[in-house]
């Protein structure tokens, strides 16, 4: 489980492609200061499993199906990606729960800067947008946002970044036409499946 808080900028470091995946190798010196083999990482969202350690590097297996799903497979050496080490259980949870399950992949249709903020408005594939709910909690690209408008109508929801989060995350760097990793909150997807049975009557 992580927290959305994205604690470093990494860099990919090699893209080694293999029969039904690929091996990453992603430099993140304070996200594998304490980091062994086997335990989790989130790469813009998308939840992976260290296999090694090198001098402040880790590799990580992405296997086809999430190569496919999430952003992960159109990334390049040099490419920024953001990192979260798991969450530990007593700590203060600052963002939201976040599974590192990347549930689509939305693309970026504006970004309208301002002196205090940038508001970027996304659309995500259509099937997500009944999870999204204004003042709600989503996250792209491994970044724990709150949605700022809905616009149901148009396809497509609004966030706005605050200067700390357009420093210290790659969405400082999104342009209109970009792919990002989306995770909308698991409790609406849960409560989702408890009401199916009474017909989607709470």
């Not at 149901?152 to 706005?160: I, K, L, Q, R």
Request: net charge negative; hydrophobic share 45%; charged share 20%.
């Amino acid at each position: 489980m992580f927290t959305g808080i994205v604690e470093e900028v990494g860099t990919i470091l090699v893209v080694e492609e293999l029969p039904d995946a690929s091996r990453l190798t992603i430099r993140g010196p304070l996200v594998t200061e304490d980091a062994h083999h086997g335990d989790s990482i989130a790469v813009s969202g998308v939840c992976l499993t260290v296999v090694d350690l090198v001098d402040g590097a880790f590799t990580a297996d992405v296997m086809r199906q999430t190569l496919d799903l999430t952003t992960l497979g159109h990334r390049a050496v040099g490419d920024p990606v953001n990192l979260e080490r798991a969450a530990r259980v007593d700590a203060r949870i600052g963002g939201h729960i976040v599974q590192g399950h990347v549930d689509g992949v939305g693309t970026v249709v504006a970004v309208s800067p301002s002196d205090d903020w940038t508001v970027v408005a996304i659309v995500p594939p259509p099937h997500l947008l009944r999870y999204l709910v204004a003042q709600g909690s989503v996250t792209v690209d491994g970044t724990s946002l709150t949605v700022a408008s809905l616009d149901d109508a148009a396809g497509e929801f609004t966030v706005s970044l605050i200067p700390t989060t357009l420093a210290e995350t790659t969405l400082g760097r999104l342009e209109v036409g970009d792919h990002v990793n989306l995770e909308v909150d698991v409790l609406a997807k849960y409560v989702e499946r408890l009401i199916a049975p009474m017909g989607g009557q709470a």
